[in-house]
């Protein structure tokens, strides 16, 4: 996905616990670490687990200098389908941007709910790629694969990377690896 304005912005919407916060913070080191210009910010309602929230991520060639929620964004990822109609996650986005969920839905079913969306959906099952991998619902995990294909905002390498040096320590060897396995399988998926 290529963008013509100086900064690509992004929305994860999620769920408390789901883990948006850090797929952003990825995203916006992989792309600093790829030579970008960055800002990564959560929103947070009622702090709850289970409760909507909202991730902003830009990612410029340029320094970012406004501060405010985007709320004209280039692609949207959201880790838990059953925000639609929650919140209008496609707000804003037109038929030549992207909204990448994670779901087994095929596209046309989430076409159906979204009737007045004319842009591109990427659909990945994040939650059945990590449960198999992991062995644990880790939509933010696998996630970060697809939003790489999708919108080569970061290289793939970079996102991998990024992941690595922040979890390693903390989760251990072995299930960094897998994360990265799922990842990597997202990233793959058609």
């Known amino acids: 996905m290529k963008f013509n304005k100086d900064t690509f912005d992004i929305i994860f919407f999620a769920r408390g616990g789901q883990g948006a916060k850090v797929a952003a913070e990825i995203v ?4 600093t670490r790829d030579g970008k210009f960055v800002q990564a ?15 902003y991520v830009r990612i410029s060639d340029f320094e970012i200098r406004t501060h405010e929620p985007i709320t ?3 692609v949207v990822v959201v880790l838990d389908e059953t925000l639609i109609g929650v ?5 804003n986005l037109d ?21 007045h969306f004319k842009g591109k959906i990427h659909a990945v099952d994040a939650f059945g790629i990590s449960f198999r991998i992991i062995g644990q619902p880790r939509p933010n995990t696998a996630i970060l694969g697809k939003f790489v294909q999708v919108t080569e ?12 040096k922040i979890f390693e320590k903390k989760i ?4 960094t690896e897998k994360n990265i396995q799922a990842i990597r399988e997202s990233y793959d998926t058609i």
Do not use: C, H
């Open 87 to 91: 919140d209008d996650v496609t707000a």
């Open 28 to 31: 916006a080191q992989a792309a």
């Open 41 to 55: 910010f959560p929103y947070f309602g009622p702090e709850r687990s289970g409760a909507p929230t909202k991730t």
């Open 72 to 74: 004209d964004p280039d």
């Open 95 to 115: 038929e030549k941007e992207s909204l990448i969920i994670n779901t087994t839905k095929s596209e046309m079913e989430i076409r159906n709910k979204l009737s």
């Open 172 to 175: 251990g060897k072995g299930a």
């Open 153 to 164: 905002m970061a290289k793939l390498e970079s996102v991998i990377e990024e992941f690595r």
